[in-house]
């Protein structure tokens, strides 16, 4: 039995949220042509599409809301953000902006130009994109132990330095504008870096004169996984175990929409370079507006502030990734395969192995997010063939190494007894797993149709 660590914190206000029947739902994924993105948040009873801006903020950051300061410039909670930025990543520069892809728009054109590569343990999906915008190539050089799902690694999310040497002695060093280390490695299945991995790509970047980035979004969660699995850093607290982490970047750029648990906003850090600092204000004025507000009202920036400090209570983040662990022990017990150890924001359900007899073209990581739908309401998605799409050269659907549902789970915002519900799902699916069918398109756009295609049942 997997331990659930009680929620650190009680209940003020709450959000009621409907139970259609059953019958219903199978009227509402019908209508809305068997694509979770076409439903209303409404008919969804647990929503698991994305922790990204979706968690609960304290009674503490909606009193922020209310004493935010909105002047255009010298704001007092611009003040605070600093303050409380300083306190947890140890970096001299920060520069608010309104969510983590307007951080990449800012600074990765600074970087990387046409003919440039950048370097990662794994492109999130916007990284990859203004990589590509500003003309460069993304090249992701994960652990190859990263594909396995079963197999055990405590630091899954790890960058493959012997291939990273080997990719900078390729491309020629000076061609490699950045290297980026995105903790934890979100499409990877939110797992961990190591610090002794973190040190080690650091200092081959610095031996080759190549700048450091560490894309920011979970750091807090990162900083957990190291203090709970590697040697040397059980007695550090999460912000001494943060502030080690990022010492070994020059540069970050973060989404705060999941660990500063705010529902819009992001933060680009400068470690203590003056000019690269200038650059980044230069850049983000005509972008996100006067730097002390970054696309951003006052009041979301002293959320922001609060959020900060929030995020690396450790009692806070032995109760969030207590949720996941709970989660995947009980999926052991009833046999569900995830991609294992689970990471830190979502359970990664293994729907190759759930419902094998539904071929990669038939999409089984989105017929078990229907399923999880018509089940319990449960809302999750495809991470897996479906969202891959077709070759942009021969139109064939490409096959996909994994197919996965995703979980992710909003901070703070569901409880116990919403996981049991999840795992009871998932136990009625498997007993009935034989009966459930693939999907076939019947329309779809061009480029990244998992948000908008229409399906239909086989
Ligand atoms: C969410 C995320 C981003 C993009 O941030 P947005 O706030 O959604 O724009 C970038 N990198 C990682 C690793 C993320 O998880």
């Given amino acids: 039995m997997t331990k659930y660590y009680a929620e650190p914190f009680k209940i003020k206000m709450v959000e009621p949220i409907k139970i259609l029947t059953k019958e219903e739902r199978i009227e509402k994924i019908e209508e809305a042509n068997y694509n979770v993105f076409a439903l209303n948040s409404d008919d969804v009873y647990i929503d698991l599409l994305t922790d990204s801006g979706t968690g609960a903020m304290s ?8 004493v935010g300061d909105e002047a255009y410039s010298g704001s007092r909670s611009y003040k605070n953000l600093m303050i409380s930025a300083a306190d947890v990543f140890g970096y001299k520069y920060y520069q608010p902006v309104h969510q983590g892809r ?3 728009k800012v600074v990765m054109p600074i970087f990387l130009q046409e003919g440039k590569v950048a370097i990662s343990n794994m ?43 080997e990719l900078i002695e390729e491309n020629g060093s000076e061609n490699v504008g950045m290297i980026i280390i995105t903790v934890t490695n979100n499409s990877a299945g939110g ?8 040190k080690e790509t650091s200092e081959i970047a610095k031996s080759y004169g190549i700048p450091v980035c560490i894309d ?11 203090k709970m699995r590697e040697d040397g850093y059980a007695d550090k607290s999460i912000k001494e175990i943060a502030q080690e982490m990022f010492s ?52 979301d920036i002293e959320a922001m502030a609060i959020g900060l400090q929030e995020g690396t209570s450790f009692d806070f983040l032995q109760y969030r990734i207590g949720q996941m662990e709970y989660l995947a022990g009980k999926l ?66 490409i096959e996909s190494q994994f197919e996965f549902t995703r979980l992710a789970v909003p901070r703070r915002v569901y409880t116990q007894s919403h996981l ?12 009935r797993k034989d009966q459930i069918k693939g999907y076939e398109i019947k329309w779809e756009p061009k480029v990244l149709r998992h948000f908008t295609a229409k399906l239909k049942p086989l």
Wanted: negative net charge; proline residues 4%.
């Fill in 332 to 397: 052991d017990e009833i046999g569900i395969a995830y991609q294992s150890p689970v990471g830190g924001h979502a359970v990664f359900l293994d729907a190759k192995k759930l419902l094998s007899h539904i071929p990669y073209h038939e999409f089984p990581a989105q017929a078990l997010a229907i399923e999880l739908y018509i089940e319990a309401g449960i809302r999750s998605c495809d991470i897996g063939s479906y969202m891959m799409g077709n070759d942009p050269d021969t139109g064939e659907q």
């Fill in 59 to 66: 009674a503490n950051q909606w009193a922020g809301i209310m």
């Fill in 102 to 104: 307007a951080a990449e």
């Fill in 123 to 165: 492109h999130f999906d916007t990284t990859r994109a203004h990589v590509e915008l500003a003309g460069a190539r993304a090249i992701d050089c994960v652990i190859p132990e990263a594909l396995d799902t079963v197999n055990f690694h405590p630091f899954k999310g790890n960058m493959d330095n012997a291939r990273m040497k």
């Fill in 191 to 198: 797992q961990p870096v190591s610090m002794a991995n973190i």
């Fill in 420 to 431: 049991d519900v999840i795992v009871e799902a998932l136990k009625e699916i498997r007993d």
């Fill in 216 to 226: 920011a979004a979970r750091y807090a969660e990162n900083s957990y996984f190291i």
């Fill in 248 to 299: 070994y970047a020059d540069v970050f750029t973060m989404s705060a929409k999941k660990d500063a648990i705010i529902n819009m906003g992001g933060l680009i850090g400068v470690k203590d370079d003056p000019e690269l600092f200038e650059t980044v204000k230069a850049r983000t004025i005509p972008y996100e507006g006067f730097i002390s507000y970054g696309g951003l009202s006052g009041r």
